[in-house]
Nanobody, 121 residues
Framework: QVQLVESGGGLAQPGGSLRLSCEASGSIFNIYAMRWYRQAPEKQRELVAAISLGSTTNYADSVKGRFTISRDNAKKTVYLQMNSLKPEDTAIYYC???????????????WGQGTQVTVSS
């Protein structure tokens, strides 16, 4: 069994910062790309940031220069540092990763349960 558990969401003021974490656990052979998505009310889920196994990153245009994705492979954890937050960043943030479990020869797509981020004064 493989799980992704997010933490670090909450309420922030406009211009403030939050740091999200997502830890993978379970029977893991390897973790490849890791990503953060978000879904605002009545909107489609969108990719916010992604990081490859080799730490190549890419970002949605809306968060470039404000958000930073990073990973600690030893801790099986991906982070999203969010600075200069705006009300339009309000959403549920989901962690996603391509993981090869120990019990499979193939990787699969895994999702966390989501963490709420609210930006409001």
């Amino acid at each position: 069994q493989v799980q992704l558990v997010e933490s670090g969401g909450g309420l922030a003021q406009p211009g403030g910062s939050l740091r999200l974490s997502c830890e993978a656990s379970g029977s893991i052979f390897n973790i490849y790309a890791m990503r953060w998505y978000r879904q605002a009310p009545e909107k489609q889920r969108e990719l916010v940031a992604a990081i490859s196994l080799g730490s190549t990153t890419n970002y949605a245009d809306s968060v470039k220069g404000r958000f930073t994705i990073s990973r600690d492979n030893a801790k099986k954890t991906v982070y999203l540092q969010m600075n200069s937050l705006k009300p339009e960043d309000t959403a549920i943030y989901y962690c996603n990763a391509d993981i090869r479990p120990t019990f499979s020869i193939r990787s699969a797509d895994y999702w966390g349960q989501g963490t709420q981020v609210t930006v409001s004064s």
